[in-house]
Each structure stands twice: as C-alpha cells, then as structure tokens.
C-alpha cells in the first residue's frame, strides 16, 4: 500500500455553526454535498459531516501544526463558534493550545520545535 494522502471526517452538532467555526479560523470551505463539506488551508484537508455522535465527537482530536502559534492563538480566540480555548503552553516540544470545537471536538493548536 501505497498512501498519499489521508483525510479526517470531522463530526458537527450543528452543520452550519461548524462551518462558520473552520471558516473563522482560517479554513476554506468547499462543498460537496448537503452533508459533506471539504475544508481546506495550504496543503491541508478535512471533511466536515453532517453527522453527529456524542461519544464521538468528545473522543476527537486534531492536532494542527501552525508556523506562529500566537498569530493562530489571536485568531481562534476572536472565533465567534469556539466552546473553549486554553492559553499558549510551552511543552519540551513546542507550543501548544487547545481550543473546543463546536460539536466537541478538541483541536490541539501546535507549533513545533519552538
């Protein structure tokens, strides 16, 4: 097997708050049906579903590697759909926050080697 490219499936609560989230933060929106939406930013890529679980969406977690955690840490935290965000920590391998999504989901904001 060869992979070349993986893409997660992000689960929303509600469909069209979540888009307005990823576009808040940076994310471009392109659509491919009433219940799928593929987000985009740089070479990066993610479905959004319109499909909700709760256990689910409480167990997931993305982690989004960023060239400046404070200029992504300004952004997110002016997200009007955000459920929660934490300050920038310094970890032995980089900066970090963690922000909450809209349906639950954690995105662990990263920059790495910093």
Known sequence: MDVIDIKAFVPSKDYEISQSFYSEIGFKSEYITEDLSLFENGDCFFFLQRFYNEDLANNF???ICVADIYEAFELCSNSLHKTKI???QQESWGNVFYLWGPA???LHITQLGS
């Open 104 to 106: 639950g989901e954690l």
């Open 61 to 63: 977690m993305l982690q």
């Open 86 to 88: 934490t300050p920038v």
